[in-house]
């Protein structure tokens, strides 16, 4: 199994960004798959994640800025970001796990559920003031 971020860059203040994450070995019909991430010297936090139906679950800071989807004949899971600001520069992750947030919640998925069992290489967005 493998999960491929991309889609990081340099983007100033205001400005959106758009991740992919293209997963390999698994399919997203039977999978949930998230973005996380972690900021320097702080501890890596979860943002947004989609489930096996397509069904999207936020944390409170990413509702109205970020919107997650999918595209299953990609098998690709995308993180728009709209209205950047500095405090978002990260590397971002994606992460994918059989778990179900509709079964347990979403901020228990975002939060790491059980474990979750597929992690990708980041990708580093940085946000200029």
């Known amino acids: 199994v493998q999960l491929q971020a991309s889609g990081g860059g340099l983007v100033q203040a205001g400005g959106s960004l758009r991740l992919s994450c293209t997963v390999s070995g698994l399919t997203l019909d039977h999978h949930t798959v998230g973005w996380f991430r972690q900021a320097p010297g702080k501890e890596r936090e979860g943002i947004s994640c989609?489930?096996?139906?397509?069904?999207?679950y936020y944390e409170d800071f990413a509702e109205g800025r970020f919107t997650i989807s999918r595209d299953k004949a990609k098998n690709t899971v995308y993180l728009q970001m709209n209205n950047l600001s500095p405090e978002d520069t990260a590397v971002y992750y994606c992460?994918?796990?059989?778990?179900?947030?509709?079964?347990?919640?979403?901020?228990?998925?975002?939060?790491?559920?059980?474990?979750?069992?597929?992690w990708g290489k980041g990708t580093q967005v940085t946000v200029s003031s």
């Open positions: 992460a994918a796990d059989d778990a179900d947030p509709e079964v347990y919640g979403g901020h228990w998925w975002l939060t790491g559920g059980y474990g979750l069992d597929y």
């Open positions: 989609i489930n096996k139906d397509s069904k999207s």
